[in-house]
């Protein structure tokens, strides 16, 4: 079974961009969430879609967003970057019930300059 | 608000010890707990997960058990090596609350 893929690996992006990022979950998970991973922060929630609705919300700014398609995989935008971006950004996927474990994908790492 | 505390925040030991991770919760009320470990630059490897109903889960040299009512888990590796030198977070990843990770625990296992 394949795992959780995450495009691209690396980005490399400049202030006032925006970039979208991309999330194919395990087949047959219908539950896609995303984080946010800084030396400063740790890893924090943003969202999760389940079944192309979005189903819970982390604590971010309007500038990020996120869909789900039909198919369950994911993305996730990030408009107007800020240096503060700056991070690995993962999503996990999961069966999507509360006592459903999270598969992790490797991540992309977001540099903004 | 769910809060997820790990100690120690970093550990490093000589190759064949027994360890013991530690983390703790604020709040009683969890589905399960997962522990996870990331290799720098990539993202989590899930170790073992814990439903909230049992009391501990075994896997290989790792041993993590739970203890709901006073909000501790702990991750027991046997007879550690340097393979396992790894960052290891803890998270509750289901339930009424958001996904909640651990800061982790930063391991090196020298030889």
């Known amino acids: 079974k394949a795992g959780v893929t995450q495009t691209p690996r690396y980005l490399i992006k400049t202030r006032g961009q925006q970039v979208t990022l991309s999330c194919s979950p395990i087949s047959g998970h219908r539950s896609v969430s995303w984080y946010q991973q800084t030396p400063g922060q740790g890893l924090q929630f943003l969202f999760e879609?389940?079944?192309?609705?979005?189903?819970n919300k982390g604590n971010f700014p309007g500038r990020f967003s996120g869909r789900q398609f039909s198919n369950s995989r994911s993305e996730m935008n990030v408009s107007t970057l800020e240096l503060g971006d700056s991070a690995l950004y993962l999503c996990a996927s999961s069966a999507g019930t509360a006592n459903s474990p999270l598969h992790f994908g490797n991540g992309t790492r977001l540099t903004v300059t | 608000k769910q809060e997820v505390t790990q100690i120690p925040a970093a550990l490093s030991v000589p190759e064949g010890e027994n360890l013991v991770l530690n983390c703790s919760f604020t709040d009683s009320a969890i589905y399960n707990l997962q522990w996870f470990r990331q290799d720098p630059g990539k993202g989590l490897t899930s170790l073992l997960l814990?439903?909230?109903?049992?009391r501990e889960q075994t896997s290989g040299r790792l041993n993590a058990s739970l203890d709901k009512s006073s909000g501790r888990s702990t991750l027991y590796i046997a007879a550690s090596q340097p393979g396992d030198s790894a960052t290891y977070l803890c998270?509750?990843?289901?339930?009424?609350?958001?996904?909640?990770f651990g800061r982790g625990t930063s391991l090196i296992v020298h030889p």
């Open positions: 814990i439903q909230s109903s049992q």
């Open positions: 879609y389940f079944s192309e609705t979005q189903r």
């Open positions: 998270a509750l990843p289901g339930g009424s609350y958001i996904p909640t």
